[in-house]
């Protein structure tokens, strides 16, 4: 079975800082791959995927994640972090298994951003 | 609906006691998940439907989890005689796609269940 390794549990960064949070997987085959973010009481939103093409992927508010193939990696970056940038962010990992349609998620990284 | 609604938002149950977690997808969406997040991890699978046919449900924890979608709409997450560690947040979420390419998936807010 697939798995997701976030390495850093918590994150604390001042505003303007640079972000970069780790994903991990495990499954040698075809995957898509997947960065949420869950705001302070809020239900966890899609920032930005990848299927297939370019290993560089852009997503709202500013964030982009690179996917690695050779490290099975897919980390997620932003320049300058604001505040309200403060939130849960989980990697996720849909395998292409058979029919398989749910998401593998890492622990998630608690993002502290400082004014 | 505007997005994917759970109710109820919190549920106390007494250990022992049965629960029952509603789901209301995004109007139209085809399939529809289930997962569990404990405290201070990520959700976990727990089942998958794909209109009204479950075609997964390797991530329930025991046979005290049932899932039911009947109408190919609103689905229904069970537990029974609930114990302790069955306290988490359960997450439902929807996309459009059947069979086919993978398609985003749009979570509701979660219902927090506390067994006490």
């Known amino acids: 079975a697939q798995s997701v390794s976030q390495h850093n549990h918590h994150v604390i960064l001042s505003e303007a800082a640079s972000l970069e949070l780790g994903c991990n997987y495990s499954?040698?085959?075809?995957?898509?791959l997947f960065w949420y973010v869950q705001y302070p009481g809020q239900h966890l939103q899609l920032l930005l995927k990848?299927?297939?093409?370019?290993?560089l992927v852009k997503g709202i508010k500013g964030f982009e994640a690179e996917f690695i193939k050779s490290k099975f990696s897919f980390n997620l970056r932003k320049p300058s972090v604001q505040w309200s940038d403060t939130a849960e962010y989980f990697c996720?990992?849909?395998?292409?298994?058979?029919?398989?349609?749910?998401?593998?998620f890492g622990s998630g990284t608690q993002l502290t951003v400082l004014p | 609906g505007a997005g994917v609604s759970q109710s109820p938002r919190y549920k106390v149950a007494k250990r022992g006691q049965d629960v029952a977690l509603r789901c209301d997808p995004i109007s139209g969406h085809v399939s529809l998940f289930w997962y569990q997040q404990a405290l201070g991890q990520g959700p976990e699978f727990l089942t998958y439907f794909q209109n009204e046919a479950q075609l997964d449900k390797s991530g329930l924890p025991s046979d005290r989890f049932f899932a039911e979608r009947p109408e190919g709409s609103v689905s229904t997450l069970k537990i029974q005689r609930t114990q302790q560690e069955d306290s988490a947040v359960y997450l439902c979420a929807s996309s459009l796609e059947g069979t086919g390419a993978y398609t985003e998936a749009f979570f509701g807010q979660g219902t927090r269940l506390t067994v006490v």
């Open positions: 499954y040698g085959g075809t995957v898509n």
């Open positions: 996720a990992v849909n395998a292409h298994i058979g029919s398989a349609r749910q998401l593998t």
């Open positions: 990848y299927f297939s093409g370019d290993p």
